[in-house]
């Protein structure tokens, strides 16, 4: 039986987003489908096109607050 996703939690029981998501290869790859595809899953727009532009386009300066993936150049 597969296991659920789920993010590890700081000490204020916040996500830690820099590395804590758990989930299946599975849906690692369902993830990557979707960035690929733009933000549509299955003919639908799940998350907006711009956004996902935004979050893999490389930014100059990188701020503890940027909601980007790390892009390694």
Known sequence: MEQPSYWLLDS???EMAFA????TA???AKLG???R??????DRQVV???WVNASTTRMRR???RAKQW???A
Not at 37 to 42: F, K, V
């Open 12 to 14: 204020r029981s916040r």
């Open 20 to 23: 804590g998501l758990n989930m």
């Open 26 to 28: 599975r849906d690692f």
């Open 33 to 35: 489908e979707l960035y």
């Open 37 to 42: 595809n733009g933000g549509m899953w299955r």
């Open 48 to 50: 907006p096109a711009e």
């Open 62 to 64: 990188i701020s503890r």
């Open 70 to 72: 790390w892009l390694i």
